[in-house]
T-cell receptor, first 115, second 116 residues
């Protein structure tokens, strides 16, 4: 079952603008990860934020996590044509004792950067 | 370090056949997970292996199975293929701690399976 849901489903912006994607989830989590996927290829890990963290930066990426609202956002600043891809959030909600169900992915946001 | 590799990259099979996909994790990674990606269901967890043992399993029928070898390489097998098994199959490796999903998962390029 899908735990995370990204919003919007698709986003088209001009190169140089900022892109913001949101992710909502349903249960308590240990961490939330963002991945990028180009044209149905493998997933590239972007950033991992743990449940006790509120914000994290990596280069042009900024991720926030609000556990009270069960939501996260990914901001890509100064977008480039190469940022065109699908972006997925994935959550880990596994209990400490094991019995993990793997990462649970949302359906993704398809981002198009227009040159 | 070399990344996660998957073979073959593309595969065409017919209904009723079986298929075996292979995944080689990043050197030193002992946990390997498998995911299925389809347009309708998105990315779904199949199973995770560590030290040659299936440690976690998703909600897939018994036709889907896997194994892991002593060098951490993993294979997954799908028997009696159905049209709905057409998908991109991704494997991911991670450093094992108490729980591999609490760490970064490194994904391979995937194997695209088409069932006719």
């Amino acid at each position: 079952s899908q735990q995370g849901e990204e919003d919007p489903q698709a986003l088209s912006i001009q190169e140089g603008e900022n892109a913001t994607m949101n992710c909502s989830y349903k249960t308590s989590i240990n961490n939330l990860q963002w991945y990028r996927q180009n044209s149905g290829r493998g997933l590239v890990h972007l950033i991992l934020i743990r449940s006790n963290e509120r914000e994290k930066h990596s280069g042009r990426l900024r991720v926030t996590l609000d556990t009270s609202k069960k939501s996260s956002s990914l901001l890509i600043t100064a977008s480039r044509a190469a940022d065109t891809a699908s972006y997925f959030c994935a959550t880990d909600a596994s209990p400490l004792g094991g019995g993990a169900d793997g990462l649970t992915f949302g359906k993704g946001t398809h981002l198009i950067i227009q040159p | 370090k070399a990344g996660v590799t998957q073979t073959p990259r593309y595969l065409i099979k017919t209904r009723g056949q079986q298929v075996t996909l292979s995944c080689s994790p990043i050197s030193g990674h002992r946990s390997v997970s498998w995911y299925q990606q389809t347009p309708g269901q998105g990315l779904q967890f199949l199973f995770e292996y560590f030290s040659e043992t299936q440690r976690n399993k998703g909600n897939f029928p018994g036709r889907f199975s896997g194994r892991q070898f002593s060098n951490s390489r993993s294979e997954m097998n799908v028997s009696t293929l159905e049209l709905g098994d057409s998908a991109l199959y991704l494997c991911a490796s991670s450093l094992d701690r108490d729980n591999p999903f609490r760490e970064t998962q490194y994904f391979g390029p995937g194997t695209r399976l088409l069932v006719l």
